[in-house]
């Protein structure tokens, strides 16, 4: 009999907290925000010039190898999305498409003797990214006016490598090169937010992994001499921690 009234006790208590979590997200509800933050540009960097000595050798000349880069800035994104309670729990799921502009860009330099034209060279490199678009689903459990999420997806992100090649003396004329490249990339996050009526504070913390970025490119050396090969691989990664203001409809 007591054990009865024990059970009867915890389940009115379990009972109650189900109808009062999650009384603050709607079973379906649109949303519109903003995020800004940190964002950090990571990779390792392999860089490479191949040219013919005119005697029909070909020499290289290793600017980076696996060289780790690490650049920090600011970044800004616009998001859209909703969420929806699919049962009768505190638990949502939705997408949530994202448009996020930065000036996280990485820059690499270099200085070593021209082996064609007895000169130096000078090499600099710079890799940014400029924007980036996402869609992703969030799935979240809710905590009173507290709604705890992670989310996956997949981000389109516009890069631009920029290089440039100097002498001195200036025997060879300066070379510059810019190259756009839109990469693909699995988008990772997690985060906390809380509803103060219909507007949410929160914080995000994306983790994206992009496809590869490799650029091969001929480069005038000398009208006797064929061509160089001016090479450059990395993979980038993004990790953006951010804070979260959204309107829920």
Same mark, same amino acid.
């Given at each position: ?31 519109? @925000? ?7 540009? /990571?990779?390792? &960097?392999?860089? /490479? ?6 005697? @029909?050798?070909?020499?290289? #000349?290793?600017? !980076? ?34 448009? @996020?502009?930065?000036? +996280? ?38 905590? /009173?006016?507290?709604?705890? !999420? ?20 200036? =025997?060879?004329? #300066? ?6 490249? =839109?990469? !693909? @990339? ?11 009526? !219909? ?9 994206? &992994?992009? /496809? ?10 000398? =009208?006797?001499?064929?061509? =160089? ?10 990790? +953006? ?9």
């Amino acid at each position: 009999m007591m054990c009865n009234k024990i059970f009867l006790f915890f389940t009115a208590i379990n009972v109650g907290l189900l109808t009062s979590v999650g009384a603050t997200y709607k079973n379906f509800q649109p949303y519109i @925000g903003v995020t800004g933050g940190l964002e950090q540009l /990571s990779s390792k &960097r392999d860089e /490479s010039f191949k040219e013919d000595d005119a005697a @029909g050798d070909f020499l290289t #000349t290793v600017f !980076s190898n696996n060289k780790k880069m690490s650049k920090k800035s600011i970044n800004l994104s616009l998001l859209t999305g909703f969420t929806y309670k699919p049962f009768d729990i505190p638990f949502v799921i939705g997408p949530e498409i994202s448009w @996020g502009r930065g000036a +996280t860009s990485s820059e690499f330099k270099d200085s070593s003797f021209e082996n064609v034209g007895d000169t130096f060279r000078f090499y600099k490199s710079t890799l940014a990214r400029k924007q980036n678009l996402s869609i992703a689903a969030r799935f979240g459990y809710i905590f /009173s006016d507290f709604l705890v !999420s992670c989310a996956i997806g997949y981000d389109r992100g516009n890069f631009k490598l920029t290089r440039v090649l100097t002498y001195d003396p200036q =025997a060879l004329p #300066t070379a510059q090169f810019g190259k756009s490249k =839109a990469l !693909s @990339g699995l988008l990772l996050g997690v985060g906390i937010e809380r509803k103060f009526g !219909s507007i949410g504070l929160g914080l995000d913390f994306r983790y994206t &992994r992009y /496809s590869r970025f490799n650029s091969n490119i001929n480069v005038p050396v000398q =009208a006797v001499v064929d061509p =160089a090969i001016l090479r450059f691989s990395a993979r980038p990664k993004i990790y +953006t921690t951010a804070l979260r203001v959204s309107y829920h409809f």
